[in-house]
């Protein structure tokens, strides 16, 4: 704030000094105009004092509307605009026939209230997963959002108007598509924010806020990708192809292809959730941890994924919409059809709704029908080993039980002494140790077995060198004895 209050006087005090020599020299109103107009020295002064000005502006909105700025806003604030800046001096290339003053100042304007845009989008980021916010703030950005809109729409409405009027594509279309993929984003982020105001006014419990967020999300890129394509093709037409822009349609397109992939993948898996999931056996409730991570809250009834876990069927299908893998241990909730993951291929072969069970060894009814959390991982990790078979590195599917569990059974009461949390950590701890110790003597067994034929070898070519200084030796007695 400082370095700017300095720019700014002596920018000031810059523009007073070439006004002054101005009206001095010329002595009257119009020559001082003509001479400040066309003197090169005092339109760059001239100008910048504009920028200064635009400065002074900016901050006092951002003061005004959001205080002080959060570390994450201003570091994206930093990366957004040194980017963007790239990116508008490639459009300036393109509409270089129609460079000016002007021309400079519209996109010096167009970047100062993008870089507001991003603030914006950060601070509401920052409100959705902050549990206490003050009113105050909450009026803050909405009357924030409210200046934004309004500032995007006169600007929309001044250029499309231009061009209707004037019915031929200059630099007008340029800042016409801008300040429509920012109107359609603030637009977003405003129903966004709503979203969020009537899920706290709920008490969190609106279920469906997940789902009417994604369709948001997926609506504003499909404009956005609609847009660029179109903006895209008409600077194409008329000025060749946009530098500037491929960028920035490739992003779009990639978001919008992953989010209908993701849309795809979610309806398929919570349309049978029921054949993929089975229910909770009340055992399995009763005798494991009842809480659900997602919620963090009480389970009496839950769904149980591939891997063993158990959440809330509502907490699952609200997780399914932005992930599909387990929220405890990653593994896939519905492996690839392809087959190529280690998971999705024993998923495949033994089908929905079972465990994993390492193959060799018997499973016992009265076990499978009680898999804590910890026998899952050993499960799973039994699978993989099984995989792998004769892996130097994994033990074997009969031998893990034997690493992993020998001091800590499955069914040990001290282990439910334990909180959730303490438990998993101990026994990560234990199964960490464990296998650096089995990856120890393995490498100890590699060495010895290395060094053993290196001897070996070594021995043998010692023995082969005796053996042919003996025959040359004989050789040797042989010929003597002719002579």
């Known amino acids: 704030m400082m370095r700017l209050q300095t ?98 100042a519209m996109v010096t304007g167009l970047l100062f209230i993008k870089s507001l845009h991003w603030l914006a989008q950060k601070r509401v980021e920052h409100i959705e997963t902050t549990p206490a916010v003050t009113k105050l703030s909450h ?16 600007f929309l409405y001044n250029y499309m108007n231009h061009l209707i009027q004037t019915r031929h594509a200059s630099v007008s279309l340029f800042f016409a598509f801008e300040y429509m993929i920012l109107t359609t984003t603030t637009v977003a982020t405003f129903v966004k924010y709503v979203f969020h105001v009537c899920d ?8 469906r806020k997940a789902v009417y ?11 956005h990708l609609t847009m660029y394509m179109c903006f895209f093709l008409m600077i194409f037409i008329n000025y060749g192809v946009p530098l500037h822009l491929i960028r920035e349609l490739y992003e779009t397109f990639r978001n919008f292809k992953s989010r209908v992939a993701d849309y795809i993948r979610y309806r398929k898996v919570t349309s049978n959730m029921n054949d993929l999931f089975p229910e909770a056996t009340p055992e399995e409730l009763n005798g494991g941890d ?61 089908g929905p709704g079972t465990s994993f069970t390492p193959q060799g060894s018997q499973a016992d009814p009265r076990t499978n029908s009680h898999v804590s959390q910890h026998q899952a991982r050993l499960q799973a990790a039994a699978a993989a080993a099984a995989i792998y078979e004769k892996s130097i590195v994994y033990p074997s599917a009969q031998m893990l039980p034997c690493y992993l569990g020998a001091n800590m059974p499955f069914g040990d009461s001290s282990w439910n002494n334990l909180s959730t949390s303490d438990t998993q950590l101990e026994a ?14 393995q490498l100890t067994l590699l060495q010895s077995s290395k060094t053993q034929r290196a001897a070996a070898a070594v021995g043998a070519s010692d023995g082969k060198g005796k053996a042919i200084s003996f025959e040359s030796a004989q050789k040797g007695q042989a010929e003597g004895a002719d002579i």
């Open 7 to 104: 720019y700014a006087g002596l920018s000031v005090i810059a523009t007073l000094a070439a006004i002054y020599h101005a009206f001095s020299s010329r002595g009257q109103f119009y020559p001082a105009m003509v001479y400040l107009s066309t003197s090169k020295i005092s339109l760059v002064l001239l100008l910048n004092m504009a920028l200064a000005i635009m400065c002074i502006l900016w901050q006092l909105t951002k003061k005004v509307f959001l205080g002080t700025l959060r570390e994450a806003e201003a570091e994206r604030l930093n990366e957004q605009s040194w980017r963007e800046l790239m990116e508008i001096l490639f459009a300036i290339t393109i509409f270089r026939q129609d460079f000016s003053v002007m021309f400079l």
């Open 139 to 154: 009026i803050r950005i909405v009357s924030f959002m409210g200046f934004l809109l309004l500032i995007d729409s006169i």
């Open 200 to 207: 706290m006014l709920m008490e969190g419990q609106w279920e």
């Open 213 to 223: 967020t994604f369709y948001l999300e997926l609506i504003r890129d499909l404009l």
């Open 290 to 350: 009842t809480i659900c991570i997602i919620c963090r809250e009480e389970m009496t009834t839950a769904k149980k994924l591939v891997c063993g876990h158990l959440f809330h069927v509502n907490c699952l299908r609200s997780w399914l919409e932005r992930q599909h893998t387990c929220p405890t241990c990653r593994a896939l909730v519905v492996p690839p059809e392809n087959g190529t993951d280690v998971a999705g291929s024993r998923y495949a072969q033994q």
């Open 428 to 441: 990560h701890r234990i199964s960490l140790q464990q296998q650096i110790e089995i990856l120890r003597s």
